[in-house]
């Protein structure tokens, strides 16, 4: 295993190797951490015993030598955009170029083009015409079918045909790039789209235990990676989320089956966090798309293989979820017994409705799960997306009603009572959503359950490709009774919204 995989024909040339298997081209500053894409599939790949070189943010706009430094790889270019779709990195939900990139050293904006994979694909395939081309990624598993793009606002083709690619990866990739590898070694032909299929517990471990050195390659010199900061002190406890927001893409590209690690993994990941040399004991996520959905599930895993929900809590929460968080409970007391560790919080979303119903916590764990987390895992302000207060809208975005945040709300102030705490509770909102126009913003600024609280998290709806709150943005309609929701197409007055909301509070 090599610290950091190459990223230049000095460092291809100081490993002795006379060629490269497969060539990755990213979006993103190359982080040898588990959090970043490509990071992954570059060790998942070197497991396997593949040479492996890392190309990030190649300029796309001189001679295009960062496409040619590395020459022609044995098997396969690998192509994504980075941890995020590049529009939205790019581009706020007002259309607004953004100053900054957080994926890039000292978060200077302006180092991948727009479309990324599209881009890189398209100039790889005009070199080198006989190298299979693989994406994936956010951008391109979100991308895979026709669909509405916001910034151009029409349909667009799949990315298959705009990149030029040979393959497309959708979802999680390890297992699929594995498949594609062994494929063109064998001289087998490639199909043109692979599935990532949920990991067992044991195949995530194995990932998250491959040896990232869990820092940014050396040629950044130091230099700081807004991204990196965030979470070089975090950990992944699961994927997937079983939640299914309209508006979040998570599901679409990380599936609704929970893919927990073993508390054995996590626990030797926060060992070798606290040796970092500036470690000061403070995890600062042990998290996941929803932190307290962790080895959460099906209790008849036969009856969800049938189920055509796309939500397991939405409009209830179905009677064969089994929503126990003693799992998560013993984990969070066995990771600050870890020697080094201070605190672990939670910074991570929690899905509320997995503990709580309007009259109160639905079962003794449950209510365990959020004293401790009150208690013991926030750093004295506990973040929570009711995302609107208005029936309509939340019903739009299949979130559950207003009356669970006002018993979230009782329960957050008792817990703080009975500890002596001065805790805040932090709502966050969505604004410009459909379904919600000015006079919903009005109700919700108005709304005395929030009276008292910090107020200031509202963002305004993206439509990002492949979600429904996005196909409703675009047709007006709601796909699943096909009848017309109200949709404020007009980027001012949508942006209107939010600052209404702030002029209120
Ligand atoms: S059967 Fe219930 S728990 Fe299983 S996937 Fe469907 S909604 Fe979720």
Redesign the pocket.
């Known amino acids: 295993m090599t610290p950091f995989l190459p990223t230049s024909k000095k460092e291809v040339e100081a490993l002795g190797w006379d060629s490269i298997d497969v060539i990755l081209f990213t979006g993103d500053a190359y982080i040898d951490h588990p959090a970043f894409g490509a990071a992954v599939i570059a060790r998942v790949l070197e497991a396997e015993g593949y040479r492996v070189a890392v190309v990030p943010q190649p300029n796309w706009r001189d001679d295009l030598r960062d496409f040619r430094k590395l020459g022609v790889p044995r098997l396969f270019f690998g192509v994504t955009s980075g941890s995020m779709d590049s529009m939205v990195n790019h581009y706020t939900a007002a259309k607004r170029l953004r100053s900054d990139d957080a994926y890039t050293p000292e978060g200077r904006a302006g180092q991948r083009p727009d479309r990324a994979v599209t881009v890189y694909s398209t100039i790889l395939k005009k070199l080198y015409p006989d190298v299979p081309v693989v994406i994936g990624g956010i951008e391109a598993s979100l991308r895979r079918e026709r669909h509405y793009d916001y910034w151009e606002n029409r349909m667009m083709p799949p990315i298959l045909e705009t990149s030029g690619a040979d393959c497309l990866i959708a979802g999680m990739g390890e297992k699929p790039v594995v498949e594609i590898a062994h494929a063109i070694e064998n001289g087998e032909p490639l199909k043109k789209e692979y599935f990532g299929a949920p990991l067992t517990t044991e195949e995530l471990d194995r990932i998250y235990d491959l040896p990232y050195t869990r820092l940014p390659h050396p040629r950044y010199k130091g230099k700081r990676i807004p991204a990196y900061d965030m979470i070089k002190f975090s950990i992944t406890t699961h994927r997937g989320c079983?939640g299914g927001c309209n508006f979040c893409a998570i599901t679409a590209h990380q599936g609704?089956i929970i893919q927990s690690r073993s508390e054995e993994s996590i626990l030797r990941e926060v060992e070798a966090l606290t040796k970092l040399p500036d470690f000061r004991g403070t995890i600062t996520d042990l998290g996941a798309p929803t932190a307290n959905m962790y080895r959460m599930?099906?209790l008849d895993r036969t009856?969800?293989e049938k189920?055509r929900?796309t939500s397991?809590l939405f409009p209830n929460r179905?009677k064969?979820?089994n929503h126990d968080h003693t799992a998560l409970l013993n984990l969070y007391e066995k990771v600050l017994k870890v020697p080094g560790v201070k605190h672990a919080y939670i910074g991570s979303g929690i899905r509320y409705d997995l503990f709580l119903d309007e009259n109160g916590f639905l079962s003794e764990d449950g209510r365990r799960y959020f004293e401790e987390l009150v208690v013991n895992h926030t750093s004295g302000r506990l973040k929570v997306a009711p995302e609107h207060t208005e029936d309509q809208v939340l019903n739009a975005m299949a979130k559950p009603g207003f009356k669970l945040f006002e018993r979230l709300r009782l329960e957050f102030d008792k817990i703080n009572r009975k500890h002596n705490l001065k805790y805040q509770l932090v709502p966050y909102f969505m604004s410009g959503h459909p379904g919600c126009g000015m006079r919903e913003m009005d109700a919700l600024s108005r709304k005395e359950a929030l009276h008292g609280l910090y107020m200031d998290q509202v963002q305004d709806f993206t439509p990002t490709p492949m979600t429904v709150s996005t196909e409703m943005f675009h047709t007006g309609k709601d796909p699943r009774n096909g009848k017309p929701v109200f949709v404020e197409r007009d980027i001012l007055k949508k942006q209107q919204q939010k600052t209404f909301f702030f002029k209120k509070h």
Request: contains cysteine.
């Open positions: 079983f609704k599930g099906g009856i969800c189920c929900r397991c179905c064969n979820l």
